[in-house]
Structure formats: structure tokens, C-alpha cells
Nanobody, 127 residues
């Protein structure tokens, strides 16, 4: 089992950058596929990006491709989301998620199918 705690959210102007962090507990962190999701008010939770156990594979939603970068540090049980060129439509609560299944299975899963979640961190982008 793994517990996740996000940090790094805040208020930023359009065009700015933020770096989110997700601290994970558990000795088997390196065996989990890690992902970021977001949920804006009145909308469903949506996939943002995911990274494989080794960090060798990543996948991004079209809306963030080229602007966001996911990375992980298995030695520190950390996952990061670097967000650049932020837009007002990126405003949402951002959630860190983890799943122990193989990459090919997890990467196509919907939000409801991931096993573990953090409590979320608010990101607000002003225009």
C-alpha cells in the first residue's frame, strides 16, 4: 500500500510556471506507475500525465503536451509535475495517483480505476 501527499500548488499568472511534488510512503514505491490527474469545478476528474516504474515511459494528455513534464525520483519516493506556460484553463485541483499494475494496463485506465490517491493541491491560473 502507498500513501500520497501533494504539495506545490498555488496562484500563478497565465504564462507562469509551477512545480508540483508528490511524496509517497511505502517501500515498493518504485514498482508503482505514477500519475497526475486534475479536476476543475463542475467537471470530471481528468488524466494529465503518467510515468512508468523506471521513468522510461511517459504519457501526456493532449491539453498539456509540450508544457508539462512528469518525473520521478525513486530513491526519494517522489514524483514531480513541472508545469510551464500555464493557462487559466489549467486551473483545477491536481491529484497524484499510483497503481501497481503494468504500464500497458495502467496508462489506459480511467481515473476511477487507479488504486491510490493523494488529497489534492489547488492550482489557480489567473488571466
Amino acid at each position: 500500500q502507498v500513501q500520497l501527499v501533494e504539495s506545490g500548488g498555488g496562484l500563478v499568472q497565465a504564462g507562469g510556471s509551477l512545480r508540483l511534488s508528490c511524496a509517497a510512503s511505502g517501500r515498493t514505491f518504485s514498482r508503482y506507475v505514477m500519475g497526475w490527474f486534475r479536476q476543475a469545478p463542475g467537471k470530471e476528474r481528468e488524466f494529465v500525465t503518467a510515468i512508468s516504474w523506471s521513468g522510461g515511459s511517459t504519457y501526456y494528455a493532449d491539453a498539456v503536451k509540450g508544457r508539462f513534464t512528469i518525473s520521478r525520483g525513486n530513491a526519494k519516493n517522489m514524483v514531480y509535475l513541472q508545469m510551464n506556460s500555464l493557462k487559466p484553463e489549467d486551473t483545477a485541483v491536481y491529484y497524484c495517483a499510483a497503481d501497481p499494475r503494468p504500464w500497458s494496463i495502467v496508462v489506459v485506465r480511467t481515473a476511477n480505476e487507479w488504486d491510490y490517491w493523494g488529497q489534492g493541491t489547488q492550482v489557480t491560473v489567473s488571466s
